[in-house]
């Protein structure tokens, strides 16, 4: 795809507030002359925002204000002024009832800081997942010129010899815990070597899908995504992003411009190689709403079906993301899909060319990290979207994480009404479940939690893990973590607190699941789904003010991306004139 910068000099937005000797002009330039700017940084030049989610609540933002200071480097040496401003930070570690509650809110924050001030362009800093698709759609949504820097996963954790996967670890140990085959003081132990260094995930969990999917996009530098948060190239990436948005300030190079059908087709092709997040399933959805590409469902399962899973990455495989950087990270996947013609390498990108040309000379420096087409982890790789009686807007599974065995099953429905009932009845001796039991989780989605957290990969219970079992087919409206696995059929839509199927499925009732087909089917008759249907009535209480209420009143469905209804589309740079 090609692009024509537009011409230069030209009238910047950022020119409305500072250019002349008019009262306002002189307002806008003093207040910020408190600072210790010199006059001659207001004589015309780029004005950029550093839209930085660092917040010690958010542990992998934590390092980012360090990262801030590399991009004004870079901003600085190619003419610009870099103003760092902070936004909403959604840490998933921390944040109740869930991050995903205010990914929104965050995208919300981001859009009016950019519409609202004297900036001409953005550097988006994120880390923790929900900080990368809030800092896009933000971003999108106001559309000027905008680039994305990720604050790169941790170190691989290590205890005993063996590879600490940041969320992996923690669901397999846990769950040895309660099957007797791991102790508590061992667990404990086992904590400390979990997060050894600042960043995010070191698994293929959502906050690496996150950058990579801002790197297939186009909207990240070729090899932004996989460097480690402590790595000094992570510093210089920062640097060398600062330079080049000035230049793309320069050229009106802008969101619109990138974020085609195309890069989105990519960037659900690429999720299909690394074995990404099925989180990036909404946020994608989420990112193409605020630029008016009409991204479905559909498209996921179209576009990811034949696309073979080769990076071999927790927890779909072995490694971590360290191992991922060093044997050439992201770009060595985008030029094996390029050359395969699997994406469109023409697509373009904040570097103002085709992403085909960015990793034409990338070389694959281990290829059991990074394997070839023809020894791939799964051969086909991506999400599959099922639909059926039980799921008609569609529900999700991850085939790289699943168990082959599972991909076809047919059993018995145990039902936990919510997440409190799960938690009061899982480790109930007495409960009626084994493992050819489909277990399902209700009222779980983005209004019944309310956020959808991610509690999707529910814990098995003891004594089918006391058999040795580590898996069963698992289905609920609720997200799951990035860094989980198994057979786990999540974002079923409509959710249940909206009235959807799954609302009223009952203990004993036998559900089909059949990944190859798409399928998923609850085995009742029509006449007794419409009846079960028609008696339903919510036990979700609406939430009584606040951001709760009106994430309540507004968020759409998982199926099209669990935006706000009133928050889709691009509303422009423009805002009203104000007068001092």
């Excluded at 004297?118 to 999108?140: E, H, I, R």
């Excluded at 230049?247 to 999720?271: G, Y």
């Excluded at 009143?553 to 691009?570: R, Y």
Aim: charged share 20%; proline share 6%; net charge negative.
């Amino acid at each position: 795809m090609s692009f024509t910068p537009a011409p230069w000099p030209r009238r910047l937005r950022s020119q409305e507030w500072y250019e002349g000797t008019t009262k306002d002009n002189i307002y806008y330039r003093s207040w910020m002359k408190n600072q210790g700017l010199p006059a001659d940084l207001f004589d015309g030049r780029p004005v950029i925002g550093i839209c930085n989610t660092w917040s010690q609540l958010t542990p992998c933002n934590a390092h980012l204000r360090d990262l801030a200071e590399r991009v004004k480097h870079g901003i600085y040496e190619a003419g610009g002024l870099p103003l760092e401003f902070p936004v909403f930070s959604t840490g998933e570690s921390s944040l109740r009832p869930t991050a995903m509650m205010y990914r929104n809110l965050a995208a919300m924050d981001v859009e009016e800081a950019l519409r609202g001030n004297p900036l001409d362009g953005v550097v988006l800093l994120a880390g923790c997942d929900k900080t990368t698709p809030a800092l896009l759609m933000g971003a999108a949504s106001v559309d000027i010129p905008a680039i994305v820097v990720s604050g790169g996963p941790m170190l691989n954790g290590w205890f005993r010899g063996e590879r600490v996967g940041s969320g992996t670890a923690l669901w397999q140990m846990s769950e040895a815990v309660k099957a007797g085959t791991m102790t508590n003081a061992d667990f404990l132990e086992a904590e400390q070597a979990m997060s050894r260094s600042p960043g995010s995930c070191n698994t293929m969990g959502t906050a690496s899908t996150m950058a990579s999917m801002a790197e297939a996009l186009g909207m990240a530098l070729s090899g932004n995504a996989a460097i480690p948060a402590v790595d000094s190239r992570r510093r210089v990436m920062a640097h060398l992003t600062g330079r080049r948005i000035v230049q793309m300030v320069k050229d009106d190079l802008k969101p619109s411009d990138i974020l085609t059908r195309t890069a989105f087709e990519n960037a659900i092709r690429v999720n299909g190689a690394i074995g990404g997040s099925t989180n990036a399933v909404i946020h994608l959805l989420a990112i193409a709403g605020r630029v008016g590409v009409d991204l479905t469902l559909d498209d996921w399962d179209r576009c990811g079906r034949d696309i073979p899973t080769v990076v071999n990455l927790m927890p779909s495989g072995k490694y971590l993301m360290e191992e991922f950087f060093y044997a050439g990270g992201l770009p060595v996947v985008i030029r094996a899909l390029a050359e395969a013609g699997k994406i469109d390498g023409g697509a373009l990108t904040v570097s103002g060319g085709p992403i085909a040309a960015e990793v034409a000379e990338v070389r694959n420096w281990n290829e059991d990290v990074i394997r070839p087409f023809d020894k791939a982890l799964t051969p086909q790789g991506g999400i599959a979207v099922l639909r059926g009686n039980l799921a008609p807007d569609g529900a999700v599974l991850k085939p790289s994480a699943a168990s082959p065995h599972l991909m076809v099953h047919r059993g018995r429905a145990v039902v936990f009404e919510d997440i409190d009932d799960y938690k009061a009845r899982i480790n109930d001796e007495a409960l009626e479940i084994d493992e050819t039991c489909v277990m399902v989780l209700k009222n779980c989605g983005p209004r019944g939690y309310p956020g959808m957290a991610e509690v999707g990969n529910m814990g098995l219970p003891p004594k089918v893990l006391r058999k040795g079992i580590t898996d069963m087919v698992r289905i609920s409206d609720a997200r799951m973590s990035g860094t989980a696995y198994g057979t786990v059929v999540l974002h079923t839509s409509p959710e249940a607190a909206r009235g959807g199927p799954l609302a009223v499925v009952r203990t004993g009732d036998m559900i089909e699941l059949d990944v190859p087909n798409r399928r998923l089917h609850l085995d009742v008759s029509d006449a007794e789904l419409a009846r079960r249907l028609a008696d339903w009535r919510s036990t979700v209480v609406r939430p009584s003010g606040g951001w709760a209420q009106l994430y309540h009143d507004h968020v759409d469905g998982a199926d099209t991306g669990a935006d706000m209804d009133f928050l889709k589309g691009c509303r422009g740079r423009a805002v009203a004139r104000h007068s001092h």
